[in-house]
């Protein structure tokens, strides 16, 4: 039932954690971790109503009204305390960044954080970095496009350089094959544009070809 966006992120997630999963739209992962037995009780969390409705009716679809409770909540603001693992996917930086700094004091209470953005991946790593927070897992997967999923924690790290913050500085150490056709794909696409742009960007591009060459030697 899952696309490999999906079920990288349950793959991900610890077993026997109660999940709150924060954008919830059609409650795929809730209804697949209590169905497998991966978590006893999984909160299905929607700012929007017409989302919520899809999400409470898929649950009840498959007969899971007991273990996933959807909720309308923006953010975390609605999630129950005694949630141990937070997963928001599919949305975007923004988006993201302000569910996280609605509720920046309670980030330390949970065992795990799963964030998949679908773009300015560059500034989801800034924004981990700025705050001095740790990238304890990076993988990337691809359907049509490329999604990369994070779990972050609150442990205290110095920060990212600007390599890191770009290519990831897990998926650079693991570089699978997802990882380096994704490199080559982007290689391409930034020596196409080189001798497009300005002079002043031209320095910041030959920076980027620069790096995927160092990560792709
Ligand atoms: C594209 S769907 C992603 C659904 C699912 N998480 C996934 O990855 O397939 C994004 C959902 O996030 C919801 N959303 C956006 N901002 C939100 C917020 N602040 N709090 C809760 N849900 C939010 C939207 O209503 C939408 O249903």
């Not at 960044?97 to 309670?106: G, H, P, T, W």
């Not at 330390?108 to 953005?117: L, R």
């Not at 691809?142 to 205290?156: G, L, M, P, V």
């Not at 897990?170 to 570089?175: G, S």
């Amino acid at each position: 039932m899952l696309d490999i966006r999906l079920q990288t992120i349950y793959d991900m997630l610890k077993k026997g954690m109660i999940v709150a999963d924060i954008g919830s739209d059609h409650a795929f992962l809730p209804i697949e971790l209590v169905k497998t037995g991966k978590s006893e009780k999984v909160y299905a969390c929607e700012i929007a109503d017409g989302p919520l409705l899809r999400a409470k009716n898929n649950i009840e679809k498959y007969g899971f009204s007991d273990k996933v409770i959807a909720i309308k909540s923006d953010g975390l603001n609605n999630v129950p305390i005694d949630t141990e693992a937070i997963v928001i996917a599919g949305v975007g930086f923004y988006t993201a960044k302000k569910i996280f700094e609605d509720n920046l004091s309670r980030l330390d209470k949970f065992k795990q954080i799963i964030i998949q953005v679908n773009s300015d991946i560059d500034l989801l790593r800034k924004w981990i970095s700025d705050n001095n927070f740790t990238i304890e897992n990076e993988i990337i997967v691809k359907k049509r496009h490329y999604y990369t999923i994070i779990e972050i924690s609150t442990k205290y790290n110095e920060g990212y350089n600007s390599k890191e913050l770009l290519f990831g500085p897990i998926l650079m150490k693991t570089k699978t094959d997802v990882y380096i056709e994704y490199l080559n794909k982007e290689l391409i696409k930034y020596k196409k544009i080189l001798p497009k742009v300005d002079d002043n960007k031209k320095e910041e591009i030959n920076k980027i070809i620069k790096f995927i060459n160092e990560i792709l030697k």
